[in-house]
Nanobody, 121 residues
Framework: QVQLVESGGGLVQPGGCLRL?????????????MGWYRQAPGNQRGLVTT???????KYADSVKGRFTISRDNAKNTEYLQMNSLKPEDTAVYYC???????????????WGQGTQVFVSS
């Protein structure tokens, strides 16, 4: 069974940096697109950034120029480098991956368990 395990959240001061990681494990053939979403208290979960298997990236306007997504296909892992963090970046961050578990099946979406990022002085 495919699992996504996140790490790297925590408390940081405004202007600081954090790096999140998300490693996929279990029976899988290929990971297509990967991404990061976040959910602040009282809000719906929203898209932060995505990266295709080939490395094409998209970002929400609110994080452009501050966040960078990357991936290592050999390790089935994605990363989110977050710089110049602001209090409004405070949220639970979830990784997402579109995974093919068998050659004859379509991709399925899997989610990590979420990691808390808290930006405060």
């Amino acid at each position: 069974q495919v699992q996504l395990v996140e790490s790297g959240g925590g408390l940081v001061q405004p202007g600081g940096c954090l790096r999140l990681s998300c490693a996929a494990s279990g029976g899988l053939v290929r990971i297509n697109a990967m991404g990061w979403y976040r959910q602040a208290p009282g809000n719906q979960r929203g898209l932060v950034t995505t990266i295709s298997r080939g490395g094409s990236k998209k970002y929400a306007d609110s994080v452009k120029g501050r966040f960078t997504i990357s991936r290592d296909n050999a390790k089935n892992t994605e990363y989110l480098q977050m710089n110049s963090l602001k209090p409004e970046d405070t949220a639970v961050y979830y990784c997402n991956a579109k995974v093919v578990v068998a050659a004859w099946e379509s991709e399925r979406a899997y989610w990590g368990q979420g990691t808390q990022v808290f930006v405060s002085s």
